[in-house]
């Protein structure tokens, strides 16, 4: 795809300043003070700007807004809040005035990093908005993670990011990942945007896991998350303050050994003291490897997704090749604990990838993997040539690490799984793909009845019916 050239924050700005039938008001709470102001300063925001309001102050917000539950002013709830109150006030006040114009009202909440930088800045911005006078609007809601180091910067960045998001509705909506790509313009390093939600008239047939993934494979986000109903979450939402099984496969398709490690691995996970009974949730994870060497990379995500969602799990998609990486991300949500499910020959793999090195790359890496709370759970399998169930404790390992190997599982770090289903362990995912894509049978055996019965029922993965 090409890329197309990029407009700076003051030509779009304009752009929308000069459309005589975009007009709305800008709704900024926090430290998101910064996007109506572009558009003032470009010049022609008479054509666009019906109000901007500031309620820097609590009470004044909860007067104007409703307090919140949780005492939360930045949540996705109060965006929300925000968005309700003003577009029911542009429809009352400006619908017979201006019949011919598309209305919308963008709104923001935002805590940018404080002076003692316990608080590291983030924010939800969102835009209701009309495609078509008089219609239903839409709503594009995003979450940011700000990165600059004070926080006047992290206000110009939102100032940034809120004009392209504006910009984006009205102009890339026929685009969906131009529309996300566009999002960072000008911000390259400075924010994350972790979280994106589409929904309306004008996007009733939309996937809205698909933004997930080009959140990712834009680099807007490592992590993005969807849950078993295909709506995007964002992680504060669901997995503040709990603990969080991680089981990563490429799911093509979906195996009773998939589910298998999940199973078993939860319930031992879920008997850690450290994991609260019911607070523990379990996470599925493809990462961008396991989706680059399709021919339709699109399609075969969404077939993954939807196989993955049938099975109500709740499903991340990233660009953690390293597992270090997700641990690095999951541990700024709070986790009480975090569990990851690996395949012991997988494991075997990460402990030698590096023995022979001399820069201590096995170590470092080692030292992220650990950290903190993380665990990992080991999933046996069968020695294809001896037929012998392999584990932690009786695999092969190079003299040279085998002391460091034994140190973790002997600190809890590292800890076989007790109870499995040896009857399954020799299926691979690979080969029930390979048996699908062939047109052979027998792979039916190889996933779950329900699994099966989608594939059959909507043709995933080049299903034509099995040959007599």
Same mark, same amino acid.
């Given at each position: 795809?090409?890329?197309?050239?990029?407009?700076?924050?003051?030509?779009?700005?304009?752009?929308?300043?000069?459309?005589?039938?975009?007009?709305?008001?800008?709704?900024?709470?926090?430290?998101?003070?910064?996007?109506?102001?572009?558009?003032?300063?470009?010049?022609?925001?008479?054509?666009?700007?019906?109000?901007?309001?500031?309620?820097?102050?609590?009470?004044?917000?909860?007067?104007?807004?409703?307090?919140?539950?949780?005492?939360?002013?930045?949540?996705?709830?109060?965006?929300?809040?925000?968005?309700?109150?003003?577009?029911?006030?542009?429809?009352?006040?400006?619908?017979?005035?201006?019949?011919?114009?598309?209305?919308?009202?963008?709104?923001?909440?935002?805590?940018?990093?404080?002076?003692?930088?316990?608080?590291?800045?983030?924010?939800?911005?969102?835009?209701?908005?009309?495609?078509?006078?008089?219609?239903?609007?839409?709503?594009?809601?995003?979450?940011?993670?700000?990165?600059?180091?004070?926080?006047?910067?992290?206000?110009?960045?939102?100032?940034?990011?809120?004009?392209?998001?504006?910009?984006?509705?009205?102009?890339?909506?026929?685009?969906?990942?131009?529309?996300?790509?566009?999002?960072?313009?000008?911000?390259?390093?400075?924010?994350?945007?972790?979280?994106?939600?589409?929904?309306?008239?004008?996007?009733?047939? #939309?996937?809205?896991? =698909?933004?997930? +993934?080009? &959140?990712? @494979?834009? /680099? %807007?986000?490592?992590?993005?998350?969807?849950?078993? !109903?295909?709506?995007?979450?964002?992680?504060?939402?669901?997995?503040?303050?709990?603990?969080?099984?991680?089981?990563?496969?490429?799911?093509?398709?979906?195996?009773?050994?998939?589910?298998?490690?999940?199973?078993?691995?939860?319930?031992?996970?879920?008997?850690?003291?450290?994991?609260?009974?019911?607070?523990?949730?379990?996470?599925?994870?493809?990462?961008?490897?396991?989706?680059?060497?399709?021919?339709?990379?699109?399609?075969?995500?969404?077939?993954?997704?939807?196989?993955?969602?049938?099975?109500?799990?709740?499903?991340?998609?990233?660009?953690?090749?390293?597992?270090?990486? #997700?641990?690095?991300? =999951?541990?700024? +949500?709070? &986790?009480? @604990?975090? /569990? %990851?499910?690996?395949?012991?020959?997988?494991?075997? !793999?990460?402990?030698?990838?590096?023995?022979?090195?001399?820069?201590?790359?096995?170590?470092?890496?080692?030292?992220?993997?650990?950290?903190?709370?993380?665990?990992?759970?080991?999933?046996?399998?069968?020695?294809?040539?001896?037929?012998?169930?392999?584990?932690?404790?009786?695999?092969?390992?190079?003299?040279?690490?085998?002391?460091?190997?034994?140190?973790?599982?002997?600190?809890?770090?590292?800890?076989?799984?007790?109870?499995?289903?040896?009857?399954?362990?020799?299926?691979?995912?690979?080969?029930?793909?390979?048996?699908?894509?062939?047109?052979?049978?027998?792979?039916?055996?190889?996933?779950?009845?329900?699994?099966?019965?989608?594939?059959?029922?909507? /043709? %995933?993965?080049?299903?034509?019916?099995?040959?007599?």
């Amino acid at each position: 795809m090409d890329t197309p050239k990029r407009i700076d924050t003051d030509q779009k700005a304009l752009t929308i300043n000069l459309d005589p039938h975009i007009y709305g008001t800008f709704a900024e709470i926090g430290a998101g003070q910064e996007v109506a102001r572009h558009f003032f300063q470009v010049g022609a925001a008479v054509g666009t700007v019906a109000k901007t309001m500031s309620a820097y102050d609590k009470v004044y917000s909860d007067e104007i807004y409703g307090r919140e539950e949780k005492g939360r002013y930045v949540c996705q709830s109060r965006l929300f809040k925000m968005l309700d109150h003003e577009y029911q006030l542009m429809e009352e006040r400006l619908t017979q005035h201006r019949p011919d114009t598309n209305f919308f009202v963008f709104a923001d909440t935002v805590a940018t990093i404080n002076y003692e930088r316990t608080i590291k800045g983030h924010g939800w911005l969102g835009l209701r908005f009309q495609l078509q006078p008089r219609q239903q609007p839409n709503d594009l809601i995003l979450h940011v993670r700000l990165f600059d180091k004070n926080a006047q910067q992290q206000q110009e960045a939102i100032g940034i990011l809120g004009v392209n998001l504006i910009y984006a509705a009205y102009f890339h909506h026929g685009d969906i990942e131009q529309l996300i790509r566009s999002l960072m313009d000008g911000l390259d390093g400075r924010l994350s945007v972790d979280m994106v939600h589409l929904t309306g008239p004008d996007f009733s047939h #939309l996937d809205n896991r =698909l933004l997930s +993934y080009y &959140l990712v @494979k834009h /680099g %807007l986000t490592p992590v993005a998350m969807f849950g078993p !109903d295909g709506h995007n979450m964002h992680p504060s939402e669901f997995l503040y303050k709990k603990s969080a099984l991680v089981v990563r496969g490429n799911f093509l398709p979906p195996t009773k050994v998939n589910m298998d490690m999940l199973r078993s691995g939860m319930r031992q996970f879920a008997s850690e003291p450290e994991v609260t009974v019911g607070e523990a949730v379990a996470l599925v994870e493809i990462t961008l490897d396991h989706l680059h060497y399709s021919t339709n990379v699109v399609k075969d995500f969404t077939d993954r997704a939807d196989l993955l969602c049938a099975l109500d799990q709740t499903v991340i998609i990233s660009n953690c090749s390293e597992r270090y990486r #997700l641990i690095q991300y =999951l541990s700024d +949500y709070k &986790l009480k @604990k975090i /569990g %990851l499910v690996i395949g012991v020959e997988e494991l075997r !793999d990460i402990f030698t990838r590096h023995n022979d090195d001399d820069d201590g790359d096995l170590l470092i890496s080692l030292g992220k993997l650990f950290r903190r709370n993380a665990k990992i759970y080991a999933y046996p399998s069968i020695d294809r040539q001896t037929n012998r169930l392999l584990n932690c404790v009786n695999m092969h390992l190079p003299e040279g690490i085998t002391f460091l190997f034994s140190h973790l599982m002997k600190k809890g770090k590292i800890e076989d799984i007790r109870q499995v289903d040896r009857d399954i362990l020799s299926i691979w995912s690979q080969v029930a793909f390979k048996k699908i894509q062939a047109n052979e049978s027998g792979w039916e055996q190889m996933v779950p009845e329900e699994i099966a019965g989608l594939i059959k029922a909507q /043709g %995933l993965f080049g299903y034509r019916g099995n040959a007599n």
